[in-house]
């Protein structure tokens, strides 16, 4: 498959991306072995509690997926019925999947609400949804708003895998300076912050996810291209250093604390390349690079979360969010019949006409969300259990009532047993408590215990 995917027709790239789904499918790319277990279990309990791992060492992941607008309340919260539960209409495609699933309602993030800051419901949904904590009203450089649980987590368990954690997105627009009423865009378009004034640069383009997993090249040829590639990064940090050590005996106390300060930077990078190195041959999934970025939403959301279920499934990462959508995105959807936005359909004013095109939306991410559990659900981790009973997945938007630009009762999913450490298959009630008590919950099963506080949060949220 050509490497330039604007050299090849359309039609190549369709089946493209068919042979890579069909790949991924059937994907051998060095899982989490059964037989690892036992010596991994003793380190374990020689350690004490494990780190980011189930009780047989198998390793734990996590996963934020985000969508925009709000959702058709009525539709979204199950029906408590005894002995259970009866999931809403946009969770049908959820049925078999039922059991794996529990709906968190009756949770809120009283910082993405208006207060003294006025309009900007949408960036303020999106830069609240994972970190709990209120956005400064900036369309400029100086924005603020803290870390996400996402990025918490990563800083304490994510140097266990090659890449700390992944942020991708379907959303190929990069806008930058303003966007939502006096918001800067950082905060419309991210969801994943580094610390509160850095938001963590997402990839949008399937093929670029890839490589970066996996590799440039043919399936044969990707372990020698990344060798070759390390060997010429070594090659420019030796000349830079080089470099500096000439200059460093010419320069005044200010430039030498510059330099220092770009010195740490050339050894960070250092680091992350020696890192890389100590976990020895990349992971081959023996499928062909993905072309680009999908003419198809649909498509473009399957690959996205197929990217995301090989990642997971060759332990490069276990900490993981995807945007579906920025929320304010007034994208169409004619493929499913409806060419109205998605935003102008969620201010429906009560009319049912538009109320149920937005109930229609929500189903569709729904099916490809659906689509993503199930492959998880079928893919068997080394301790013998499925990838999505060793994962705990949220899934969710930072606007509740699309129309009204609700922040409270958000309508929050959570997938996976997190290693059993959950209690999926049921409708749970929170009681109005901060969704941030739910992440440091999330947290303690990734081993991030010492995690004491995240945004707004109140404590852990018992129960979950």
């Not at 109930?359 to 569709?364: G, K, L, M, R």
């Amino acid at each position: 498959m050509p490497l330039n995917p604007a050299a090849a027709t359309q039609r190549h790239q369709s089946l493209s991306r068919r042979h890579f789904l069909r790949g991924v499918g059937a994907c051998v790319a060095l899982p989490f072995f059964e037989g690892a277990v036992p010596s991994l279990a003793r380190a374990a309990n020689a350690a004490g509690a494990p780190l980011g791992a189930t009780a047989t060492g198998a390793p734990v992941r996590m996963a934020f997926i985000t969508l925009p607008n709000g959702m058709h309340q009525a539709n979204w919260f199950p029906v408590a019925d005894a002995p259970g539960f009866t999931l809403g209409k946009t969770m049908e495609s959820l049925v078999p999947l039922k059991n794996s699933v529990q709906v968190v309602g009756e949770l809120n993030h009283e910082n993405a609400t208006a207060g003294n800051d006025g309009g900007g419901d949408h960036a303020r949904a999106n830069a609240t949804i994972l970190t709990g904590a209120r956005a400064r009203k900036t369309d400029s450089l100086d924005i603020h708003v803290g870390i996400s649980i996402d990025q918490a987590v990563a800083q304490r368990v994510g140097h266990l895998t090659r890449f700390s954690s992944l942020e991708l997105s379907c959303e190929t627009e990069r806008r930058s300076g303003a966007c939502d009423t006096g918001y800067a865009c950082a905060y419309q378009y991210n969801v994943s912050w580094q610390s509160a004034t850095t938001p963590m640069a997402y990839e949008s383009n399937p093929r670029l996810v890839f490589e970066r997993l996996f590799g440039t090249g043919a399936p044969a040829e990707r372990q020698q291209n990344f060798a070759k590639l390390q060997g010429a990064q070594k090659s420019v940090l030796d000349v830079v250093m080089q470099d500096t050590r000439t200059l460093e005996n010419q320069l005044g106390r200010r430039d030498q604390q510059k330099l220092d300060e770009y010195l740490t930077s050339v050894r960070d990078v250092e680091k992350r390349l020696q890192h890389m190195e100590s976990f020895g041959a990349l992971p081959d999934p023996k499928v062909e690079t993905p072309a680009g970025v999908p003419a198809d939403y649909g498509d473009h959301m399957n690959l996205m979360f197929d990217l995301l279920t090989l990642a997971f499934q060759t332990d490069s990462t276990r900490i993981a969010t995807l945007i579906l959508a920025a929320d304010g995105t007034n994208r169409a959807f004619p493929q499913i019949g409806i060419p109205e936005g998605h935003h102008y359909c969620s201010h429906h004013r009560g009319q049912k006409e538009l109320m149920d095109k937005v109930a229609v939306i929500d189903q569709y991410y729904m099916q490809h969300f659906a689509r993503f559990l199930g492959k998880l659900d079928q893919l068997q981790d080394g301790d013998g259990h499925s990838i999505l009973h060793n994962s705990m997945i949220m899934y969710g938007c930072g606007n509740a009532d699309g129309n009204r630009h609700t922040h409270e009762n958000l309508p929050i999913l959570l997938a996976g047993a997190g290693g059993g450490a959950l209690t999926p298959g049921r409708y749970l009630k929170a009681g109005g408590k901060p969704a941030t008590n739910l992440f440091l919950s999330m947290a303690d099963r990734m081993g991030a215990t010492d995690l004491e506080r995240l945004g707004d949060s109140t404590g852990r949220l018992a129960g979950v």
